[in-house]
């Protein structure tokens, strides 16, 4: 795995009875971003913060330090069990949080936001195998207040896009609790396959009685050929005027 190329230089400054702490992260695309102890006050100074896909509604983009309050509120508890380690205390937190996602080299986090607006309403990220560099497990989040509107759909199939045609992506998989019904429907509106159920396969949280909880965990997946099969009957489809 490649080094980060990120220099961190924390500058302590004590204002009165307050400690402010400053971040300075360059990114490895070139750019500088400012972090501070107030969220507010966290800024972009370079110009890396360029969008990786569009569709109708939504801009999927790189995340910038004042996505903080966004961030904040789909984060602060996030209701599936599998992102609970993600959850986030407070906005500067989620400011943090966002300071890791930009510098991460490993997996690509990618901001879902809203065209008409900007808000950011969630968020979609990968890595890629380290035994198959063509095989990536996509992951979404969205705030539930924009849930039911069609843009995790939206979203991840933008996503599914990037990932095979500007990330070279062979195969798609994805993990999901057989409780969550949502995330298999849209599994399957994307043409994903249900390729096994892992019966307990792992634990993210405790019962009452503090012994792990153990998930049962379906797999989906879908092969660069399979996705453009879809995409040529899809469009083949809607010249016919029948989608």
């Known amino acids: 795995m490649a080094q980060l190329v990120e220099r961190y230089v924390r500058n302590v400054q004590a204002t009165s009875s307050n400690l402010v702490i400053s971040t300075r992260i360059r990114h490895?695309?070139?750019?500088v971003f400012f972090f501070c102890g107030d969220p507010a006050q966290c800024r972009d100074?370079?110009?890396?913060m360029e969008s990786v896909k569009e569709t109708k509604r939504l801009i999927l983009r790189k995340f910038r330090p004042d996505d903080a309050a966004d961030v904040f509120e789909y984060l602060a508890e996030p209701d599936?069990?599998?992102f609970r380690d993600m959850r986030v205390e407070s906005v500067r937190?989620?400011?943090e949080v966002i300071g890791k996602r930009i510098s991460d080299e490993k997996e690509e986090y990618l901001a879902i936001c809203l065209k008409e607006t900007g808000k950011?309403?969630?968020?979609?990220?990968?890595?890629a195998e380290e035994h198959a560099e063509d095989a990536f497990s996509p992951c979404w989040m969205l705030n539930p207040k924009f849930r039911g509107k069609g843009y995790a759909y939206?979203?991840?199939?933008?996503?599914?896009?990037?990932?095979f045609y500007d990330r070279a992506a062979r195969r798609i998989y994805i993990y999901t609790e057989d409780y969550n019904v949502p995330c298999q429907k849209l599994c399957e509106k994307l043409g994903m396959r249900r390729e096994g159920l892992f019966i307990e396969l792992i634990s993210f949280v405790n019962d009452p009685d503090g012994s792990p909880k153990y998930e049962n965990?379906?797999?989906?997946?879908?092969?660069?050929r399979e996705w453009e099969q879809r995409r040529a009957e899809r469009h083949s489809n809607a010249a016919r005027g029948t989608v």
Do not use: M, P, W
């Open 28 to 31: 490895r695309g070139g750019g």
């Open 45 to 48: 100074e370079g110009n890396n």
């Open 80 to 82: 599936v069990n599998c």
């Open 93 to 95: 937190r989620a400011c």
């Open 120 to 127: 950011v309403i969630g968020e979609v990220f990968s890595c």
């Open 154 to 163: 939206e979203a991840v199939e933008a996503y599914f896009d990037h990932l």
């Open 217 to 224: 965990t379906y797999q989906y997946a879908v092969l660069k």
